[in-house]
Structures are given as C-alpha cells and as structure tokens.
C-alpha cells in the first residue's frame, strides 16, 4: 500500500490544500500520517518515517508539504512504476545536481513544471521556480525539492532527518544526499502538483534563517580537502548564501506587484467609458494646476 504523510506546520493550510489532494489521489487502504510538531521539523519527521516503517505492505511513504496538493490522477500508478526500480530511494516533482548548500534551481534541474496558484490581491496562477531556464526531462538529480517528497520501503527504513540541522530548510536535501551516499538513487518524476505558496517576500528573520540553513548545508557537503582557509570559506559561503536569499526575496516582490497591478487593471477595465474620459480630465486639469 502507498501511505501519505504531512508534519503539519499550518493547519489551516492543510486542510485547504495538501488534505483535499490526499483524499483525492489516495486508496482505499492508504493510510494517512499526520503529527503536529513534535519538538522541531526533524524530529516531527522521523516520527512518521517510525510511524511508516510499522506498516505491513508499505509500498511508499508520500511526504507532503502543507500548501501542495496533488492533482495527478495517475499519482499511485507512477509510484509503482518507479520505485520497480529497487535501486530508486527518493522521487519527487523537481529538483537539481551540481548545486551547494540548498539552492538546488542554481545547478542542473530537472523535472515537471509545478504551476504556482496563489491568492494575493485578485489572485492568479504562475510557473513556480521560473527565474532560470526551463527543466530539463524528469530524471536522476542529487536532491528534490522538498515540496512533495516520496520514499521508496528502504528508505522509510534505513534514513532519517538530521535533527540537528537548524530549520526545516534543507532537511529534504539532506536526506537525499544520505540515500545517494548510501549508493541509492534520487529521481524526479513528471507528478502533477500544485503549489499554493503566497507570493510574500522572504522576512528579514526568514532571510537570515535560510542563510543560517544554506551554510549548514554547504559545509557539509564541502571537500576535506579544500586547500581554502577557513576565514575565506566562511566569507564566501555567507555572500552566496545572501545571494539566494535576495533572489528570492525580489522574486516575490516582484510577483506580488504585478498582482496588485492585474488587480488595478481589471478595476479600471470594469469602470463605465465616460468615468473614465471624466477621470482622464480631472488628472490633466490637476497637473496643468500644478
């Protein structure tokens, strides 16, 4: 059987987005995971993987973020198909090799393009991750975004979130980077999701927590034998840490404007003709006054 799974962080989100698209997509006899937080994000998902790992005929442990709903109708039959594949530890929607610390969309990416529904001013729909080229075709990549997360039998089993990193943030990459050391592989598959982020930037203490979660994962998978000094190494990886994180906090920035702008758009197409011709004067008599 394919079990579904969620550390529930929002609630309320929850029972918006990720629950529905569970109940949509699961069987009969899935059973369905869900732990509050239970002494931080680490610790609340080894807890289900403990949970997982009780169960008779586990097939796959379907580990789903709060604001990702699933709408692929085919969900559990591309499960099976590839976790065939005794070799395939992880799979998810999209995902990257060659890339440091948790950036993953800096190196090669492959996957399925997730499309992005959020609910600001008038609402819309985007391609999210679209500040690069597009991905290339599912396939084998050194870590998965952590959106949607699928784990074959072994590694409900055999792997664990390392409790000791700082955030949530980077816990997925981590523990595809275990399966992969332990001679496994981590594969994209063309799953069907949604993602119902907001388009908020990234809060100066969010910023600095995804710096913190970014070093943390650079320093672990950083060469031993790096002929770098200390000092350097710890300036450079702060630089690109902060990189990323401004990346994405003008990214959303700038998605958020351009909500708010299709929202003005549609208030001014919806005004009657002579509002607007009456509007037009007011504005040009106001700045000949000026």
Not at 1 to 11: E, G, H, K, L, T
Not at 51 to 60: C, I, N, S, T, W
Not at 252 to 267: C, N, S
Request: with cysteine; net charge negative.
């Amino acid at each position: 059987m394919i079990a579904f799974a969620s550390a529930v962080a929002d609630p309320a989100a929850y029972r918006r987005f990720a629950g529905p698209g569970v109940e949509r997509t699961a069987e009969s006899d899935s059973p369905v995971i869900t732990f509050m937080d239970a002494g931080g994000p680490g610790r609340t998902l080894n807890l289900i993987l403990q949970e997982a790992a009780r169960l008779p005929g586990l097939e796959a442990l379907v580990l789903i973020d709060d604001h990702t709903e699933i709408v692929d109708r085919t969900f559990c039959t591309k499960v099976r198909e590839l976790f065939a594949d005794p070799q395939v530890a992880i799979s998810g929607c999209i995902g990257g090799s060659d890339f440091r610390g948790i950036a993953w969309w800096t190196g090669t990416v492959r996957g399925a393009s997730i499309i992005q529904i959020h609910h600001d001013s008038a609402g819309g729909e985007l391609t999210a991750f679209d500040w690069g080229p597009a991905p290339d075709p599912a396939g084998a990549v050194d870590a998965i975004a952590d959106l949607l997360m699928v784990l074959s039998p072994w590694a409900v089993t055999n792997l664990r979130f390392d409790e000791s990193l700082p955030s949530r943030l980077g816990l997925g990459i981590d523990l595809c980077l275990q399966a992969r050391a332990a001679g496994r592989t981590v594969r994209t598959a063309p799953f069907e999701v949604v993602s119902h982020r907001p388009l908020e930037p990234l809060q100066p203490e969010q910023q600095e927590e995804w710096v913190l979660a970014h070093r943390a994962a650079a320093e672990r998978s950083e060469d031993a034998a790096d002929p770098d000094s200390e000092a350097w190494k710890e300036r450079a990886r702060r630089a690109e840490a902060r990189r990323e994180a401004a990346r994405l906090h003008y990214y959303f920035t700038d998605l958020h404007y351009d909500a708010q702008r299709l929202r003005l758009l549609r208030r001014v197409k919806a005004l009657p003709l002579g509002h607007l011709h009456n509007l037009a004067r007011r504005t040009r008599d106001t700045l000949r006054d000026l």
